[in-house]
């Protein structure tokens, strides 16, 4: 089983549609979770933590699950530049600053 | 503007040959990364360091090294014994107390023939 499990989508929603992405996690320990945003052969950028109460940062609103180890993003009013690939990603405290990463799932936003 | 770069962005090798990636950062971080992301995989990490003169192995570093003789720069070599070299390799840095925000250079498509 994977450590950070992501579905690869991808997501094709029209621009405007709410969608959102689910991430399940192995490591009970794990302590600390993101969401980061990759554009197609860039670089990955961090796009929000996760908080254990959820948390809400514009259009995202990031959620935690720790009894059934899965984390959630929901996008809404979604727009043509949300189309990218989001990564999962779940750090163990003290785990040597080693971050796992999901494989992401592509979300493509249209017209 | 303070930020990270690699280089090259493209490299081509033929197989046998080392190769040394690049990676400078002037954001001040005391901690770099290198990562290899593969199609279908998330990405894994290859080696990490803390401080200058000194870095630990990630989950894959088998046919890698590294070196931390500075601050701002963490170059990767990807040697011969590596089987599967070719890759995207992108570096990371942090800052030592927020070592979960980490900000990654624009990556190295690395071909190997």
């Known amino acids: 089983r994977k450590e950070v499990e992501q579905d690869p989508g991808p997501f094709n929603v029209p621009e405007g549609a709410t969608v959102a992405f689910n991430c399940t996690y192995s490591n009970s320990a794990s302590q600390s979770f993101f969401w980061y945003r990759q554009d197609c052969r860039k670089e990955p950028k961090l796009l929000m933590s996760?908080?254990?109460s959820g948390n809400e940062d514009g259009r995202f609103t990031a959620q935690l699950n720790r009894a059934s180890q899965y984390i959630s993003l929901l996008i809404r009013d979604s727009k043509l530049s949300d189309s990218a690939t989001y990564l999962c990603?779940?750090?163990?405290?003290?785990?040597?600053?080693?971050?796992?990463f999901g494989t992401g799932t592509q979300l493509k936003v249209e017209l | 503007d303070g930020g990270i770069t690699q280089s090259p962005k493209y490299l081509f090798r033929k197989e046998g040959q080392n190769v040394t990636l690049s990676c400078e950062q002037n954001?001040?971080?005391?901690?770099m990364y290198w990562y290899r992301q593969d199609p279908g995989q998330g990405l894994r990490l290859i080696y990490y360091s803390q401080i200058v003169n000194d870095f630990q192995k990630g989950d894959i570093a088998e046919g890698y090294s590294v070196s931390r003789e500075k601050k701002e720069s963490f170059p990767l070599t990807v040697t011969s014994a590596q089987k599967n070299p070719t890759a995207f390799y992108l570096c990371?840095?942090?800052?030592?107390?927020?070592?979960?925000?980490?900000?990654f250079g624009p990556g190295t498509r690395l071909t190997v023939t």
């Open positions: 990603v779940v750090a163990l405290t003290g785990g040597g600053n080693k971050l796992t």
């Open positions: 990371a840095s942090s800052l030592r107390d927020r070592p979960y925000e980490q900000y």
């Open positions: 996760v908080y254990s």
């Open positions: 954001l001040n971080h005391d901690a």
